[in-house]
């Protein structure tokens, strides 16, 4: 067995580009995901080892050692990071000429030669589902030999191997869990609206929606949702409980787990019997889940203990709605508001500007309409066109680009990089700040707010450090507008 480093490298101050993160980038409020998709294959590698450098604020100089007795590196990448992550490739050949360089993630695989291309410190990089393909290669087979990789053979040129098949039988792969606890200190992992300290995992992979910008489905998952039987979900989650009493809460991190009705009802009701929601019981769960979830559904979700959902509404604008293929409408997504508030579920929003059909009107309904369904919490991102994604295809059809070929500042903040006719990426931009402040500056959201503070001295704490990292984000816009 070849030893292994799997590694998200080094990067921007506060900047999130862990394999569990939907976009990679610094956020309003500083927050980690897990990297989930490195910890994986980690899992299977025997005497394998995860760094996670971002979210423990560790350079170059931290982990260089680390390269000096490895035969293979798996480097997770995305496309806002992929420069960083080439010049991170460059030391550790520097450091140890004799090292394999691997490379994942959606960047790498829609575009396998491009990115082997931009570097010659990469031998290989990986498509489709990669876990079996890095266990293979960390078993020490023939790259020539190994599914659903392209590489650099000896005289240079690109070689691209079979597809990899997809993995059917979810239960074949190894918890997470336990890699988080032998590497990773989760103290490090938080989220705006996660109790903390906090632990993510996939129950499953894919999704059926079709969603024109979102990255994982299009790339690596694909749109077939595939899950773990309820007895595996159940076996880590008595791991956690038992091994990390520290954990508060656990978040399911499948791209909408909640679209599997029977499923997430079984779940829920094995969690039951383990004492979630149930008074007194410290442990609460929450996932992601698309705005049309049934009454019944969520009821059982709230009864096997589900505090949060992570809730994509995107835009209030019924056509842009229909222009995402988000097969979605606002009237059910009012509806399901209605039903998970009056459940106590507690909802963070996403919404997104700057899709296609976007004006100054659909934005106005937007802010609106987010005001009106009053989530808890939200994030406000700018449309992001990931290179493998059907908006990266429509922008460069349409001549969308505003210009740049970057979606990040030089310090990790997101840009509007789509720019129409009608409305500038600048008007874009600016408009994400005018969000932000109309829904948190109401008095009703501060009052909340603040009762919620008075309420909980752990709470009063966070939210004080949150509101100084909000600001701050408002003023590093202004100062990159």
Known sequence: MMRTLFLQAPSFDGYDGGAGARYQMKREVKSFWYPTW???PAAMVEGSKLIDAPAHDLSWEDIAHEFDERDLVILHTSTPSFGQDIRTAALIKERNPKIVIGFVGAKVAVEPDKSLAASPHIDFVAREEYDFTIVEIAEGRPLREVDGITWRDADGSFVRNKDRAQIEDMDVLPMVSPIYRRDLDLSKYYGGYQRHPYISFY????CKSRCTFCLWPQTISGHRYRHRT??????EVQYILKEMPEVKEIFFDDDTLADAHDFVVELSGELAKLGFGKPGFPVTWGCNAKANVPYNVLKAMKEGG???LLVGYESGNQQILHNIKKGLLTKVARQFTK????????IHG???LGLPGETLETIEETIRYAIELNPHTIQVSLAAPYPGTF???QATENGWFDGSDHL???DGNQIAQLSYPHLSSKVIFDKVEEFYKRFYFRPRKIGAIVGEMIRDWDMMKRRLREGVEFFDFLRRRKEAA
């Open 38 to 40: 490195l910890a994986q």
């Open 203 to 206: 129950t499953g992979r894919g």
């Open 230 to 235: 309820v007895p595996k979900v159940i076996e």
């Open 306 to 308: 589900c505090r949060v």
């Open 339 to 346: 039903d998970a508030h009056s459940l106590g579920l507690t």
């Open 350 to 352: 996403t919404f997104i």
């Open 391 to 393: 908006l990266y295809k």
């Open 408 to 410: 990040l500042t030089d």
